[in-house]
């Protein structure tokens, strides 16, 4: 497709879904518990799942066809602005989170701590506006984004004017990597107009992002905002120091971003690795980092519970989280024969256990390689491996990868599946989908695994030359 067609085409897309939202998007007076067939039933379903449907086809199609065609990185920034237009100024879109945010923001701002408890003990004015499943649990979110939620809340009293604040928090995050990811990318040797491509021109930036608030594009943009200080300045004390404290921030909105901290030590080292090195150069990020995490929590008036607070995200099951489909999957076959097991924990906890193993694994083979590049499979492991799995979550190795991975763009292709997982109103089609969803979910992991250890054997073995030489 030449440059200039995508260009319009992705935008005709990202108009077709403001109209989507608008028709049946994400309002706070909608129904709560909707399916697929009672908004196909409900006034203007058809089209809102055909405007929802085409526009994001058209999107993605633009996006993945220039996915190695980026003429500039002025080009990439520009088309990518214009495609975000149509989203700034829709009802939100694609996730009701943006409401739980201003009702976990009045509680802080009413004296109570949202991670003691749910929002439905204010009670918040809000309260209809948010799923059921979220009213009493704690807020999963870290103390910098309870902070601010209060701040907005306190500073626009009503609910329509919180979520315009939040958005544009988003949009301030997404600019933030606009700004930030050209660093990265030179110095991993990609070409920045690529890494602005595949970064900024997702649908899952759009929807989920700009038009759904959500605070992944904060953390995201404080994320690279870190790692570019560490990229560009290594073995300077005082810029790592804070590129620890822009990382720090970040862990602050969601702790996701501590996985990187490890990987982001490394890449501050001014020369090969060796542990005086390691210690030397590393050491200020991590101390900034877990400063500023400790330092925003007291200052906050707040404590550590946000991190009990993840534990209400297993509340969810959805086929989109690797280690839930093979316990679902399990589940399934055994009914075949005539047992009922409930193989689901026993599969989450194997998957983080493997992510724990990873996680380790990456970080000792980044040490003679490119950290930044292994931070970002941190990140995918971290997503795939997790209990639960939102489309949106792979925003986050997406934006490290989009910089930092010179060849393939398998990443992109996974988050090209996850703009068509959630409808316009919040609707998740992960849950009425389980069967084919977790079998097929469960033979792509297989897949990938042998996959992944035949190449490793294959690494390993030497080549007819070598074989001679010895």
């Not at 949202?114 to 004015?125: F, H, K, R, T």
């Not at 550590?304 to 969810?316: K, N």
Request: charged content about 10%.
């Amino acid at each position: 497709m030449p440059h200039h067609l995508a260009r319009w085409t992705g935008l005709t897309g990202s108009l077709l879904l403001a109209v989507s939202a608008y028709l049946g998007g994400a309002f706070p007076t909608g129904d709560l518990r909707p399916t697929p067939l009672s908004i196909w039933q409900g006034p203007n379903g058809p089209l809102i799942i055909a405007a929802w449907l085409l526009g994001t086809a058209l999107m993605a199609w633009a996006w993945w066809s220039m996915r190695d065609r980026v003429p500039s990185a002025r080009w990439a920034l520009v088309t990518a602005g214009l495609w975000l237009l149509p989203l700034l100024v829709i009802p939100p879109m694609a996730s009701r989170d943006v409401y739980a945010y201003a009702c976990q923001g009045a509680s802080f701002a009413n004296g109570i701590s949202p991670y003691e408890q749910g929002v439905s003990a204010l009670p918040c004015p809000w309260l209809d506006s948010i799923s059921y499943i979220w009213r009493d649990t704690p807020a999963p979110y870290g103390p910098l984004f309870v902070v601010l939620a209060g701040a907005v809340v306190k500073a626009t009293g009503s609910l329509t004017a919180a979520v315009v604040a939040f958005r544009l928090l988003a949009v301030a995050g997404v600019a933030l990597i606009a700004a930030c990811l050209p660093v990265l990318a030179r110095r991993c040797g990609v070409p920045v107009g690529r890494a602005l491509w595949l970064a900024l021109a997702s649908p899952l930036i759009g929807v989920h992002l700009v038009a759904g608030a959500h605070n992944d594009a904060l953390m995201v943009g404080l994320l690279v905002a870190g790692l570019a200080v560490v990229a560009a300045r290594p073995g300077r004390p005082g810029l790592l120091l804070a590129g620890g404290v822009l990382l720090g921030l970040a862990v602050s909105i969601k702790i996701t971003g501590l996985v990187v901290i490890p990987f982001a030590a490394l890449a501050a080292m001014a020369g090969p690795y060796r542990i005086r090195t390691l210690l030397r150069d590393g050491a200020p990020v991590v101390v900034g980092a877990v400063a500023t995490i400790v330092g925003v929590t007291y200052v906050g008036g707040l404590d550590f519970g946000w991190i009990g607070g993840l534990e209400s995200g297993g509340d969810v099951i959805a086929w989109t989280s690797p280690s839930t489909a093979v316990g679902q999957t399990i589940g399934y076959v055994a009914v075949i024969f005539g047992v009922h097991l409930d193989a689901l924990p026993v599969a989450r906890a194997v998957g983080l256990v493997t992510l724990a193993v990873l996680l380790v694994w990456f970080w000792w083979r980044a040490r003679t390689r490119e950290p930044l590049f292994y931070a970002g499979l941190a990140l995918a492991a971290t997503v795939a491996l997790s209990p639960i799995v939102h489309p949106w979550y792979w925003i986050w190795p997406l934006t490290v990868l989009a910089a930092t991975a010179r060849r393939g763009t398998w990443f992109a292709g996974i988050a090209l599946v996850g703009s068509f997982l959630v409808l316009p109103d919040g609707t998740g089609l992960a849950r009425y989908t389980k069967v084919p969803g977790a079998p097929l979910m469960t033979l792509l992991l297989i897949w990938a695994v042998v996959r992944w250890v035949r190449a490793a054997r294959a690494d390993r073995t030497p080549t007819p030359a070598a074989a001679g030489a010895d």
